[in-house]
């Protein structure tokens, strides 16, 4: 197997370069209007009692929706009939076109949130200082829940780049439309096979009360059991789950060329 033919650096790196050049302009343009609106709610809230989670609450809201928006229609252009055709068409393997795709919606992302919010905080605070005599503290990307909220996101965004390729209008609502849908199915399905498989051990009262004298399980280890599911489950997600996605937005990509 010739890999040159499936990623090559120098290929890759023009094709981030390209889709940079592409981009950068309607960022600019969605950063500015995205730093009018937090600097009215930064000094509205200094104006009326100087609260001090507002980065933690604004930063993620920044970090998800707009990574969420990005991810959702960064393949956006294989969709559209006028375009598809120049982009299929470029000298590049798909694996490096997912790959730049994927370092631009996910790290890529990350990065530019980080620097963004960073001076939007420096700004904001030098403009509290200057009307009110008063700012909040400066924006530490280094915190520890802002390094949670940027690998969580990295996680999930996996899914809204493969909705981007699947779906060819509102991927994004799409996506959440079916993980709703997804997880009702889940959780009935679950409760279903709980009252169906433990209905035998577990006497079910009129008001819905479990009779743990004579269950044949103790309440301790029903705890330990749902503890150790959630902490499988947990692995799945970390460790699973974007890889998972990415191969099958690979898969698309090669079904999208054919």
């Given at each position: 197997?010739?890999w040159q033919n499936?990623?090559?650096?120098?290929?890759?790196?023009?094709?981030?370069?390209?889709?940079?050049?592409?981009?950068?302009?309607?960022?600019?343009?969605?950063?500015?209007?995205v730093s009018g609106?937090?600097?009215?709610?930064?000094?509205?809230?200094?104006?009326?009692?100087?609260?001090?989670?507002?980065?933690?609450?604004?930063?993620?809201?920044?970090?998800?929706?707009?990574?969420?928006?990005?991810?959702?229609?960064?393949?956006?252009?294989?969709?559209?009939?006028?375009?598809?055709?120049?982009?299929?068409?470029?000298?590049?393997?798909?694996?490096?076109?997912?790959?730049?795709?994927?370092?631009?919606?996910?790290?890529?992302?990350?990065?530019?949130?980080?620097?963004?919010?960073?001076?939007?905080?420096?700004?904001?605070?030098?403009?509290?200082?200057?009307?009110?005599?008063?700012?909040?503290?400066?924006?530490?990307?280094?915190?520890?829940?802002?390094?949670?909220?940027?690998?969580?996101?990295?996680?999930?965004?996996?899914?809204?780049?493969?909705?981007?390729?699947?779906?060819?209008?509102?991927?994004?609502?799409?996506?959440?439309?079916?993980?709703?849908?997804?997880?009702?199915?889940?959780?009935?399905?679950?409760?279903?096979?709980?009252?169906?498989?433990?209905?035998?051990?577990?006497?079910?009262?009129?008001?819905?009360?479990?009779?743990?004298?004579?269950?044949?399980?103790?309440?301790?280890?029903?705890?330990?059991?749902?503890?150790?599911?959630?902490?499988?489950?947990?692995?799945?997600?970390?460790?699973?789950?974007?890889?998972?996605?990415?191969?099958?937005?690979?898969?698309?990509?090669?079904e999208t060329e054919?």
């Amino acid at each position: 197997m010739n890999w040159q033919n499936i990623f090559n650096w120098r290929r890759f790196v023009h094709l981030l370069k390209n889709e940079i050049m592409g981009s950068y302009r309607s960022l600019l343009v969605s950063a500015g209007a995205v730093s009018g609106v937090l600097m009215v709610i930064y000094l509205a809230q200094i104006a009326t009692g100087h609260p001090t989670a507002f980065h933690s609450v604004y930063y993620p809201l920044v970090l998800f929706i707009g990574g969420f928006l990005i991810s959702s229609k960064i393949f956006g252009v294989i969709h559209d009939r006028r375009q598809n055709y120049v982009y299929l068409t470029l000298p590049a393997s798909n694996c490096e076109k997912l790959v730049s795709k994927l370092t631009l919606s996910a790290l890529g992302w990350v990065i530019g949130s980080v620097v963004f919010y960073f001076l939007f905080s420096v700004l904001a605070a030098a403009i509290g200082q200057l009307i009110w005599n008063d700012s909040m503290v400066i924006f530490n990307p280094f915190d520890n829940l802002y390094l949670k909220s940027a690998g969580i996101y990295l996680i999930l965004q996996s899914m809204f780049v493969f909705a981007s390729v699947y779906f060819k209008k509102n991927a994004m609502a799409k996506l959440v439309a079916s993980l709703f849908l997804i997880g009702m199915l889940i959780a009935l399905f679950t409760g279903l096979m709980a009252r169906i498989i433990l209905a035998k051990y577990i006497p079910w009262h009129g008001n819905m009360t479990i009779d743990f004298d004579n269950y044949i399980f103790q309440s301790n280890n029903i705890e330990s059991l749902f503890l150790t599911i959630g902490e499988i489950i947990k692995y799945l997600f970390l460790i699973l789950m974007a890889p998972y996605f990415w191969v099958l937005s690979y898969i698309r990509l090669r079904e999208t060329e054919v």
